[in-house]
């Protein structure tokens, strides 16, 4: 025969709260199990000669509170085997009740049913006491387990679970992530008892010595400050939106993928300039250019119908989880070379009955011809297509200059172009067999080349001259002081 837990609802303080049908049972029952016996309604229901037996010795037991929920569960399921069961919790069965969800979980697995008698839940006098309508949109958040990706601040925000000042810290850091230090909160006990105890402090004061217990909850009011939302990525979507609106800007209305192609390009390039001068304030700048880039196009591929941002980023966020089953499956690797096999082995299998051709034709056809060159030697180098040492790799080198030398001496310019790219060619090998992208290593000396060349110009302005009064050598020689300076 199938036992059964029933479950009842304290709520969150007075006797009063307690419904009438659950008083009839605990009474009639004239025994309870308790998650804690930190609840004011204890001592009124005891003094009706109600016992009560609770599991506050487990919360000793465990560091975690993941480990404490389970083993009242299990508890409670094993003693369910020998007879039915009345277990209490505060406030409502169904809300912030972790031992509730996991009884429901696993009861039907013990052959066990488990009932919910109800309660009050302790929102419904949370609501009354900070004065907030939940229909404007409101998040309940665990304070033990608070993730900062889980708050949405443009909403009511209800923490519960605020026992102690360690938790309340811990909530405070994770908060501070995303509002200022000084934001007020409101923190709230025994919400609608006559104990009720409502404090309004500023965020960084949220641990210091106040009174917490069983029965506290913090309430972080919605932001109403333009600028406070601008860390949030709706927002940062939202003006996008605009922007493409009727209302918006003529010029983001007037582009097309093909129009911002080659804005992206660009922002990318100024984005390796931050990163090769060390520069984090300019790398945020040019990291959130290249994100204006994806949202205006995702936000045209809204427009017209076709995809949304968050087709984005699902197709991301599932291509990253399929082909990382080291990260989140059961496969094991032992160095990143085994996550690039596993990787191409996965891309292959994802499109089966792809056309098949060339190896080459994996290579994106719009990448800059260094770039290409050097996929198109990755992938014939996969096929075993390469050489095992560098040293025929410069020896190919001296034979295309050799090559392009005897050109240029016969007067074959059309030849010597064929020659001149058959050297870059074979530079861009050697960059790949030292894992040096090709593309980077002409871009820093770019860089280089326009610092120095500045630091000429700057050295002839300031005395007022111009390069025509200056000899080749004596603008060698301002090139090395500039190579000596660091430039």
Same mark, same amino acid.
């Given at each position: 025969m199938?036992? !059964?837990?029933?479950?009842?609802?304290?709520?969150?303080?007075d006797l009063d709260?307690?419904?009438?049908g659950?008083?009839? @049972?605990?009474?009639?029952?004239g025994?309870?199990y308790?998650?804690?016996?930190?609840?004011?309604?204890?001592?009124e229901?005891?003094?009706e000669?109600?016992? *009560?037996e609770?599991?506050d010795?487990? &919360? !000793? %037991?465990?560091?975690?509170?993941?480990?404490? &929920?389970e083993e009242? #569960?299990?508890? +409670?399921l094993?003693?369910?085997s020998?007879?039915?069961?009345?277990?209490?919790?505060?406030?409502?069965?169904?809300v912030a009740?972790?031992?509730?969800?996991?009884l429901?979980?696993?009861?039907?697995?013990?052959?066990?049913?488990?009932?919910?008698l109800?309660?009050q839940? /302790?929102?419904?006098?949370? *609501?009354?006491?900070?004065?907030?309508?939940?229909?404007e949109g *409101?998040?309940?958040?665990?304070? @033990?387990?608070?993730?900062a990706d889980?708050?949405?601040?443009?909403?009511?925000?209800i923490?519960?679970?605020?026992?102690d $000042?360690?938790?309340a810290s811990?909530?405070?850091?994770?908060?501070?992530?995303?509002?200022?230090?000084?934001?007020?909160v409101?923190?709230v006990t025994?919400a609608?008892?006559?104990?009720? %105890?409502?404090?309004?402090?500023?965020?960084?004061e949220l641990?210091?010595?106040?009174?917490l217990?069983? +029965?506290t #909850?913090?309430?972080v009011?919605?932001?109403?400050?333009?600028?406070l939302?601008?860390?949030?990525f709706?927002?940062?979507?939202?003006?996008?939106?605009k922007l493409r609106?009727?209302?918006g800007?003529p010029?983001d %209305?007037e582009? @097309?993928?093909?129009?911002?192609k080659?804005?992206l390009i660009?922002e990318?390039?100024?984005l390796?300039?931050a990163?090769?001068?060390?520069?984090?304030?300019e790398?945020?700048?040019?990291?959130g250019d290249?994100?204006?880039?994806?949202?205006?196009?995702?936000?045209?591929?809204?427009?017209e119908?076709?995809?949304?941002?968050g087709?984005?980023?699902?197709?991301l966020?599932?291509?990253?989880?399929? =082909?990382?089953?080291?990260? *989140?499956?059961d496969?094991?690797? !032992?160095?990143?070379?085994d996550?690039?096999v596993?990787w191409?082995k996965?891309?292959d $299998?994802?499109?089966?009955?792809?056309?098949?051709?060339?190896? +080459?034709?994996?290579?994106?056809?719009s990448?800059?011809?260094?770039? %290409?060159?050097?996929?198109? $030697?990755k992938?014939?180098?996969?096929?075993? /297509?390469?050489?095992? #040492?560098?040293l025929?790799?410069?020896e190919?080198?001296?034979?295309e200059?050799k090559?392009?030398?005897?050109?240029?001496?016969?007067?074959?310019?059309?030849?010597l172009?064929? !020659?001149?790219?058959d050297?870059?060619?074979?530079l861009?090998n050697?960059?790949?067999?030292?894992?040096i992208?090709?593309?980077?290593a002409?871009?820093s @000396?770019?860089?280089k080349?326009?610092? =120095?060349?500045?630091y000429i110009?700057i050295?002839?302005?300031?005395?007022n001259?111009? /390069?025509?009064?200056y000899?080749?050598?004596?603008l060698?020689?301002?090139?090395?002081?500039a190579?000596?300076?660091?430039y």
């Amino acid at each position: 025969m199938t036992n !059964e837990i029933k479950i009842a609802g304290l709520g969150s303080g007075d006797l009063d709260q307690i419904p009438y049908g659950i008083y009839k @049972t605990m009474k009639k029952a004239g025994f309870c199990y308790v998650r804690t016996m930190d609840h004011p309604v204890i001592d009124e229901l005891a003094s009706e000669g109600i016992r *009560f037996e609770s599991f506050d010795s487990i &919360y !000793e %037991k465990h560091d975690g509170f993941e480990r404490v &929920y389970e083993e009242i #569960s299990e508890t +409670l399921l094993n003693l369910a085997s020998e007879g039915d069961v009345i277990y209490a919790v505060p406030g409502h069965p169904m809300v912030a009740e972790k031992t509730v969800q996991l009884l429901l979980e696993k009861g039907p697995k013990h052959d066990t049913a488990i009932t919910i008698l109800g309660g009050q839940s /302790f929102l419904d006098a949370l *609501f009354q006491a900070v004065g907030i309508d939940p229909i404007e949109g *409101f998040q309940l958040l665990d304070g @033990t387990s608070l993730d900062a990706d889980q708050i949405s601040i443009s909403q009511h925000v209800i923490i519960g679970q605020v026992y102690d $000042q360690l938790t309340a810290s811990d909530v405070k850091l994770t908060l501070m992530e995303k509002l200022p230090d000084d934001y007020e909160v409101w923190i709230v006990t025994a919400a609608g008892t006559a104990s009720e %105890k409502t404090v309004i402090v500023p965020l960084y004061e949220l641990d210091h010595n106040m009174e917490l217990n069983n +029965l506290t #909850s913090v309430y972080v009011p919605p932001v109403q400050k333009d600028e406070l939302l601008y860390r949030e990525f709706f927002k940062a979507k939202k003006i996008i939106a605009k922007l493409r609106s009727p209302e918006g800007c003529p010029w983001d %209305k007037e582009q @097309t993928h093909e129009s911002l192609k080659k804005y992206l390009i660009e922002e990318t390039y100024e984005l390796i300039d931050a990163i090769d001068a060390e520069d984090d304030e300019e790398m945020i700048s040019e990291l959130g250019d290249i994100l204006l880039q994806v949202l205006l196009h995702a936000q045209i591929g809204e427009d017209e119908g076709m995809f949304s941002i968050g087709d984005v980023i699902e197709s991301l966020s599932s291509k990253m989880i399929r =082909r990382h089953p080291h990260v *989140f499956g059961d496969v094991e690797v !032992e160095t990143s070379g085994d996550v690039l096999v596993n990787w191409q082995k996965i891309k292959d $299998q994802e499109n089966p009955d792809a056309k098949k051709g060339s190896l +080459l034709d994996s290579v994106e056809k719009s990448l800059p011809q260094l770039l %290409k060159a050097y996929d198109y $030697q990755k992938q014939a180098g996969k096929a075993g /297509f390469d050489w095992d #040492s560098p040293l025929p790799m410069w020896e190919k080198i001296a034979e295309e200059i050799k090559e392009a030398k005897d050109e240029i001496e016969a007067g074959n310019m059309d030849l010597l172009k064929k !020659e001149l790219g058959d050297i870059f060619f074979a530079l861009v090998n050697i960059c790949r067999y030292y894992s040096i992208n090709p593309e980077e290593a002409l871009h820093s @000396t770019n860089r280089k080349f326009y610092d =120095r060349f500045r630091y000429i110009e700057i050295q002839i302005e300031e005395k007022n001259s111009s /390069f025509a009064e200056y000899t080749l050598s004596q603008l060698d020689e301002l090139w090395e002081e500039a190579k000596k300076k660091g430039y």
